[in-house]
């Protein structure tokens, strides 16, 4: 009988986030370690501690780097644990939507563009610590990284209730297109390999696309339907049972999915490579 594989390691960018901050209390609770980047510790560590996290676990199992998310080298080192990359990566980052004076574009974010740069400058340290493979700062192979993204960007099937298309293609049209260029970014990383989801840089990706996120007690993963097509060329032949449709689902069910289906689940290879779709 094989023996069990390593408990993963995980880097969080985002963690006072609903989904990211519920995958990372599971992650916790389940004895895993973590890195969070986070521009305010105290607000991080009062999370955990509301959700019954205790002070002991914070200290033995969670390393806080005090960083913005557009700093290269405080990126790497929340990428690092003991000398190694991380096994896995999950950005949960999003800007805060404020209203405009735009018939065309109603609704902006603080910082417009905050997840693509983020993942940008994730992709850059993650290049720099590999050093090509040969000269890498750091030990490990690449790690997974794991987007939480939105639905309405499907270029292959239509991903969300008609009811909703115009609230996601014209009044949230500046934050969905933040999604999107994130999206390029991380499918681009993997290059020609994109299938599969696995370069020289990453192990390979998991886009999470959630639809209409909303506050509330988790119902469970086994309320969440999901569904899911390939990453690949706009308008190309989808790949997958599709997108699975619907209006809303909690942070904390989205939080709890990928915690229990990506990182806790040994079988996680099911999902790299994947747009996915959440949703009730």
Not at 23 to 32: E, F, M, P, Q, Y
Not at 113 to 137: F, N, P, S, Y
Not at 232 to 261: C, F, K
């Amino acid at each position: 009988m094989p023996s069990p594989s390593p408990a993963p390691t995980v880097a969080f960018f985002g963690a006072t986030g609903g989904c990211a901050s519920t995958a990372l209390i599971l992650c916790l609770r389940a004895g895993l370690r973590a890195t969070a980047l986070v521009r305010t510790p105290t607000k991080l560590t009062s999370l955990m501690s509301a959700h019954g996290i205790p002070q002991e676990v914070l200290d033995s199992q969670l390393t806080i780097v005090e960083a913005n998310v557009k700093d290269v080298d405080a990126v790497k080192r929340a990428l690092t644990l003991d000398g190694r990359i991380v096994d896995i990566v999950i950005s949960g980052l999003g800007g805060s939507p404020t209203l405009q004076w735009s018939l065309w574009e109603p609704v902006t974010l603080d910082d417009p563009t905050v997840c693509a740069t983020a993942m940008a400058t994730i992709l850059a340290a993650i290049e720099a610590l590999r050093g090509g493979k040969r000269g890498a700062d750091v030990k490990g192979d690449g790690p997974l990284v794991v987007a939480i993204s939105t639905t309405g960007l499907s270029a292959k099937k239509r991903d969300v209730p008609l009811l909703m298309v115009p609230l996601y293609h014209w009044f949230l049209a500046v934050p969905h297109r933040d999604k999107k260029e994130m999206e390029d970014l991380l499918v681009a990383s993997v290059g020609s390999k994109a299938g599969v989801g696995a370069s020289d840089s990453i192990r390979g990706f998991v886009v999470v696309r959630a639809s209409l996120l909303v506050d509330g007690k988790a119902r469970g993963t086994r309320s969440v339907r999901v569904g899911w097509e390939s990453a690949g060329a706009e308008g190309g032949e989808a790949v997958g049972p599709g997108p699975a449709v619907g209006y809303t689902i909690s942070r904390e069910d989205v939080g709890q999915w990928i915690a229990e289906e990506v990182v806790l689940n040994e079988k996680r290879g099911a999902w790299v490579g994947k747009m996915m779709t959440l949703t009730y």
